[in-house]
C-alpha cells in the first residue's frame, strides 16, 4: 500500500471510530486529539485496530513513547499514515 | 481488543512480551495509556509479562455505578489475576493506582512479589500533608477556576466535590469547562462524575495507617524530587519493614509523564534488584 493509499484508509477508519463520529475531511494535517476529539487511550485501541486490519504487528508502542517524550504531543494523521508506510512497506 | 470479565465487569487490558507477571495501575481519572506514553509498556516487556488495564469506570473499562474504594478496585486487580493466569505478580501503580497496589498486597501478600508505589498519598495518611504546601492543587484549582468550576480550599483534593460541580454546571459553564479541558476529557469526567468514585477514593477502606505500616513485601516508593506528598513518601520508608526510596528528578507528582526515563530508569533497576521468581513446583 502507497502512503496516500494508507491516508484514505485512515480516513474512512478515523471518520467513525469507536462510535465517534466525525464529519469533516480527514488529511495529513488533522490532528488526532485536536482536531478528532480522541484521547491517547483511543491511540492504544486504534493501533491495535490497525495491526488487526493490515495483520501484522505493528510497533505502536514505539510510536506512542516518542509522542510521550516530544514537545507537540498531538498526532497528524500524516505522520501516521508515515508510520505505516515505513512498516507496512516491503 | 482485550476485554475480560471480572467482579461481573468487563475491564480492558492490554498485554506485551513474556516473563514475571508486573501489572501497570494507572491512577483515578487516567487510564492504560500511560503506561505506553512513558515506554513502561515497551521496556518492562523486554523481560516480564506485561498487563496494563483500565481502571473500572476509567478507559474502554464498563463503567459500574460504585465499588471505587481501594478496598474494592483491590478485589478487581485481584480478580484480573485471576483471569490472566498470573498467581503472582509485581504490581506497578501510580497515584490511586499505588493505594490499590498496596491494598491487594495487604489483602493477599503471597500474591504479590513486590510493590512499586508511584507518588500516592493514602486517605489514612491524609494528616501527614500539608495543604498549603500543595502546589498540585493549587494548580488544579487555577485550572478548574479558569473553565469555570470554583474549588474552595476547605475541600482540598475532594474529587466527590470537583465532579458535583461540574455535573451542575448550566450550558453556557459546560460548554466553558469543555472548551478549556477538552471533549474526551469532559466526557471522562462526567462519566466517573456520576459514580460513587471521588466520594469512595476518600475513604481508607480498611487500609488504615497501621494496616499499610504492615506491608511487608518488598517496595519502592518512587516519588518526583519535587512531589507534594514527600511526607507520605517518607512515612512509607519510616514504617513499611522492606520499602526504599528513589526519587525521580525533575519531577512533580506525575512522574510518568514529567520524566519518562527518570522514572523508568528508577522502576526497571528497581524491578532488576527482584530478581526472578523461583519456577513454581521447581528445584531451588
Known sequence: ????????????????????????????ETRFFEDLG??????????????????????FGELMAELGRREDRDLRVGELAAFLARHLGG | MPKIPVNGLTLHLQQAGDGPDVILIHGVTGDLSIWYLCR???ELAIDHRVTAYDLRGHGYSEVAPSGYSSADQAADLLGLMDAIGADR????????????????????????EALVLSDPYFPALRHLEDVSRWGHWQAFREEAAGAGVTLSDEHWYDLGKFFDQVLHLDDSGMLRFRRAVGLPATERLLRLGRTSCGEDTKRDAGLTADRLSSIAVPTLALYGEASPFLATADYLVEHLPDCRLALVPGAKHRAPQENPDGFLGALREFLQSIGSPPVPGGVR
Open chain 2, 40 to 42: 513502561a509498556m515497551v
Open chain 1, 38 to 59: 480522541l484521547a491517547s487511550i483511543d491511540a492504544v485501541v486504534l493501533g491495535e485496530a490497525l495491526q488487526d486490519r493490515y495483520g501484522r504487528p505493528l510497533p
Open chain 2, 89 to 112: 505478580a509485581r504490581l506497578v501503580g501510580h497515584s490511586f493506582g499505588a493505594v490499590i497496589a498496596a491494598h491487594a498486597a495487604l489483602l493477599a501478600p503471597d500474591r504479590v
Open chain 1, 1 to 28: 500500500m502507497s502512503e496516500s493509499e494508507i491516508l484514505d484508509d485512515l480516513g474512512r477508519v478515523l471518520s467513525d471510530f469507536q462510535g465517534r463520529e466525525y464529519s469533516g475531511p480527514i488529511g495529513p
